[in-house]
C-alpha cells in the first residue's frame, strides 16, 4: 500500500501586503508519484512551495508530510522528507565554496564528517559538478549555479523533492540530463517528485500527474487529460505541447490514432503502432471538412480568441 | 566596474600563503594592535618597512595592494592639512594668520605612517588567502558567529548585488539614458539605488528560505581542516616577536 507523501487540506495564503496567492488548496500525492504543478506566472506555484517544508507557517496544521504535520516538525526531520531547489540558484548557493554549501544541509542533520563528505561527493557527481568542491558559487555560469543548488539539496537525501522551474536557462544537454536524473532517482530510490515548470514541452517526461493551479486548484489530471482540455488551457494561460498539437493537425488530415502523443518519444512510439498496425502505411488526405478542423483545431489554442461557443 | 576580489592572488604560492590561516589572522592582527600604539615616527617607519617586508615576501602584486591603500589614503591624508593647524604647540610656520604646529604635524604623519602600516599588513593577510580560509580560520578562532555570517553573507552577495546593479544600469543605458549632472539624472540614478536596496532585501528573504529549508538555525557549521606546521611557530614567532619588540624599543629609547 502507498502512503500518503503530502497532504494539504483548505489552505489559504495571503502576503503582508494583502496580495492572496493561495486559496482554498487541497491537494494529496502518494508517495513515489510523479507530479508536475502548472500555472502561469504568479498563479502561486513558489508559494505553495513554501509551504511544503515549512518555510512559510501555515497556522492551522493543514499540510501535512507523511502523516505529520509540518509545523510540528524539527527542522532535522523536516529536512529528511522535503528538499526543495528554488528558482534563482544565487539564492541558494550562500556558502563560501560549493563543498560547503553542498555539505551544509548534511551538517545540520548531524550527519559524521565521513557521512557528509561521502553524501557531497555523490551529489556533486551526480549532477556532473565533480572537481567543483573548492570554486566560489560567483564564478560558476548559471547552469552550473543550478545544478550546484541541486546537489546542495540531494545531498539531504529527501524523500520528496520539489523543485521550482529545475530546466528553465538550461542547455538541451543539461535540461536532458536534469530530466534523466530526476526520473532516476523517483524510479530508484522511491522520490516522490514535484516541479513546478512553465516548459509544457517537458512535463510529460517529468510527471504522471499535473496540478493547475491559478491561485486555486482548477484542475488535475493526467498529461493528456489536461492538454485535451482546450477551455482549460485558455483560460488559465497555457499551452499544449507542440507534438500535441501537431498529432492534433495530423488527425484533421485523416490520421486516427488511440492517444495523441505528448513529447517526441512518445510521437515515435504512436507512430510506428499505427502504421504498423495499418497494414505498414497510413494515408493523409484532404476531405470536405479538413480546412474547417484545422480552423477549429488552431482556433482552440489561439489565447488571443474568444472562447469558442 | 571592478569586483572587490581580495582574494584574487590568493593562490600563489609563498611563506605567507602558506602561514596556517588561524596564526596568520591571530599574529597579524596581534602586529596591527601593536604598531597602532606606536608613539614615535622612526618606530612607526620601521613597523611600516617591516609591513612592505611582508608584503613583498608574499608575493602578491605591489599594484593590487597599493590600489586599495590608495582608498585609506583618502581618508587619512587630509589629516596631514588639518592637524598641523589644529592641533596646539610650536609654530612651524603661519599664513594668513593662521599657524601650523610641530606637534600637529608629528601627530599626523605618525597617524598616516601607522595607518598604512596597518592596512599593508591586513591587505597582505587577506590577499593571501581564500576568503573563504579566511572565514573558516575566523570561526575556528571563536570569533562569535553572528559576526562571521555578517561577513560571509556580505561577501558571498556583494558581488550578485554588484551583477544586479549592472544589469540595471545596462537595461538603462539600452533604453536611451545617459547619466549627467543634472536633476532628472540624478532623481533615476536615486531611484536605481532605492530599486537595488528592495532588490537585495527582497534577495536577503528568499536567501534566507532556502537557509532554514536545508535546517538552519542559527550556526552554521562548516567542515575545517587545519593543521600547524614547524614553520608556522617559527613564522608566528618572528611576527609576534617584532610586535613586542616595536614596544620594548620605546621603553628604553625613554629610559
Ligand atoms: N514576498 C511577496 N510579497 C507580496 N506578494 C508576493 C510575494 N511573493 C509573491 N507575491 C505574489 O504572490 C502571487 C504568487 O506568486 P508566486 O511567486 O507564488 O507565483 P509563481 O506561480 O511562482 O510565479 P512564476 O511562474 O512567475 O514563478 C503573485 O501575485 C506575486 O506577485
Ligand atoms: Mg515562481
Same mark, same amino acid.
Request: no cysteine; charged share 20%.
Given at each position: 500500500m502507498t502512503k500518503e507523501a503530502v497532504s494539504i487540506r483548505d489552505l489559504n495564503y495571503s502576503y503582508?501586503?494583502?496580495?492572496? +496567492?493561495?486559496?482554498d488548496i487541497n491537494i494529496t500525492i502518494e508517495e513515489g508519484e510523479r507530479i508536475a504543478i502548472i500555472g502561469q506566472n504568479g498563479a502561486g506555484k513558489t508559494t505553495l512551495f513554501l509551504h511544503l517544508n515549512g518555510t512559510? $507557517?501555515? =497556522? @492551522?496544521? @493543514?499540510v501535512v508530510i507523511f502523516g505529520k504535520d509540518i509545523g510540528q516538525m524539527k527542522s532535522k526531520e523536516r529536512i529528511e522528507k522535503v528538499g526543495i531547489v528554488f528558482q534563482d540558484p544565487d539564492d541558494q548557493? #550562500?556558502?563560501?565554496?560549493i563543498f560547503d554549501d553542498v555539505a551544509f544541509g548534511p551538517i545540520n542533520m548531524g550527519l559524521d564528517e565521513d557521512e557528509v563528505e561521502r553524501r557531497v561527493r555523490s551529489a556533486l557527481a551526480t549532477v556532473g559538478?565533480?572537481? #567543483?568542491?573548492? !570554486? /566560489?558559487? =560567483? =564564478?560558476?555560469?548559471y547552469g552550473q549555479k543550478k545544478r550546484a543548488a541541486l546537489a546542495a539539496v540531494l545531498s539531504m537525501e529527501p524523500r520528496i523533492l520539489v523543485l521550482d522551474?529545475?530546466? +528553465? @536557462?538550461?542547455d538541451p544537454r543539461n535540461r536532458i540530463s536534469l530530466i534523466r536524473l530526476i526520473n532516476n532517482l523517483n524510479r530508484n530510490k522511491g522520490t516522490t517528485t514535484i516541479v513546478a515548470m512553465h516548459d509544457v514541452n517537458a512535463v510529460s517526461q517529468l510527471a504522471d500527474r499535473i496540478y493547475v493551479l491559478? $491561485? !486555486?486548484? /482548477?484542475a488535475d489530471g493526467s498529461p493528456t487529460e489536461i492538454f485535451m482540455d482546450f477551455d482549460l488551457l485558455r483560460e488559465n494561460n497555457l499551452d499544449a505541447p507542440d507534438v500535441f498539437r501537431l498529432f492534433n493537425v495530423l488527425s484533421c488530415f485523416g490520421f486516427n490514432c488511440e492517444s495523441l502523443p505528448l513529447s517526441i518519444d512518445d510521437a515515435v512510439e504512436v507512430l510506428t503502432k499505427t502504421i504498423e498496425g495499418n497494414g505498414k502505411h497510413i494515408h493523409l488526405h484532404i476531405h470536405e471538412h479538413t480546412h474547417e478542423d484545422l480552423k477549429d483545431i488552431m482556433h482552440r489554442y489561439d489565447h488571443h480568441a474568444e472562447p469558442s461557443k | 566596474m571592478e569586483y572587490p576580489e581580495i582574494d584574487r592572488y590568493a593562490s600563489l604560492d609563498s611563506p605567507v600563503h602558506r602561514f596556517d590561516p588561524r596564526t596568520k589572522i591571530a599574529t597579524f592582527t596581534f602586529l596591527v594592535f601593536s604598531f597602532v600604539f606606536i608613539q614615535e615616527i622612526t618606530i612607526a617607519l620601521f613597523a611600516l618597512f617591516f609591513s612592505i617586508l611582508l608584503l613583498l615576501v608574499s608575493k602578491l602584486p605591489i599594484g593590487f595592494v597599493f590600489k586599495r591603500v590608495q582608498v585609506v589614503l583618502i581618508f587619512v591624508l587630509p589629516l596631514l592639512i588639518i592637524m598641523p593647524l589644529t592641533v596646539e604647540g610650536t609654530e612651524l610656520f603661519s599664513v594668513f594668520g593662521i599657524s601650523a604646529t610641530h606637534e600637529g604635524l608629528r601627530y599626523a604623519s605618525l597617524i598616516v605612517i601607522r595607518a598604512m602600516a596597518a592596512v599593508i599588513l591586513i591587505l597582505t593577510m587577506l590577499g593571501s588567502m581564500r576568503f573563504d580560509t579566511t572565514i573558516k580560520a575566523l570561526y575556528m578562532l571563536k570569533v562569535p558567529s553572528s559576526l562571521v555570517q555578517m561577513l560571509m553573507f556580505t561577501y558571498r552577495y556583494i558581488f550578485v548585488i554588484i551583477d544586479e546593479f549592472l544589469s540595471m544600469s545596462r537595461a538603462m543605458s539600452a533604453k536611451g539614458f545617459n547619466p549627467g549632472m543634472n536633476m532628472y539624472s540624478l532623481s533615476i540614478i536615486g531611484n536605481m539605488v532605492g530599486m537595488l536596496i528592495v532588490k537585495s532585501y527582497e534577495r536577503g528573504e528568499r536567501v534566507y528560505q532556502a537557509m532554514i529549508s536545508r535546517g538552519y538555525t542559527g550556526n552554521p557549521k562548516t567542515r575545517t581542516a587545519f593543521a600547524m606546521r614547524r614553520t608556522d611557530y617559527v613564522l608566528s614567532a618572528i611576527l609576534v616577536g617584532f610586535a613586542i619588540l616595536v614596544h620594548i624599543n620605546i621603553n628604553t629609547v625613554m629610559m
Open positions: 503582508p501586503d494583502g496580495t492572496v +496567492a493561495l486559496e512559510i $507557517k501555515s =497556522h @492551522n496544521n @493543514n548557493l #550562500f556558502m563560501p565554496t559538478l565533480t572537481g #567543483f568542491e573548492d !570554486r /566560489v558559487p =560567483h =564564478h560558476l555560469s522551474e529545475p530546466t +528553465a @536557462n538550461l491559478n $491561485k !486555486r486548484m /482548477v | -
